[in-house]
């Protein structure tokens, strides 16, 4: 059984930095995309960014245009570890942001690509 374990969200001002870490159990953790995705209330869960496995050759991450040039995706295989680096945090980045691991090794931005979900960190920034 695979479980993903999410940290490092919190409540910040504008402007302010944020790291999440997603923790997997499990083995294979470096055959699968990992991925982040958020949750604002009374919005549908949304795609972050996706990080693909080493298994994909030339493979780069993806990064929703919403988030691009601030947020950046990244895993250490070694340590069953995917992290999510927020920089210039704004309001309308408040969310519940969940980890997930994908069904292979391939990026998608599809919720149904996804089949292990973690239980989700809370990011609040105020203005």
Known sequence: QVRLVESGGGAVQAGDSLTLSCVASGRAFSSYTMA????????????????PS????????????????RFTISRDNAKNTAYLQM??????DTAVYYCARGLGPFISRRNEQYNYWGQGTQVTVSS
């Open 36 to 51: 982040w995705f958020r949750q604002a209330p009374g919005k549908e869960r949304e795609f972050v960014a996706a990080a």
């Open 54 to 69: 080493i298994i994909t050759t030339g493979g780069s991450t993806d990064v929703v245009d919403s988030v691009k040039g």
């Open 87 to 92: 920089n210039s945090l704004r309001p309308e």
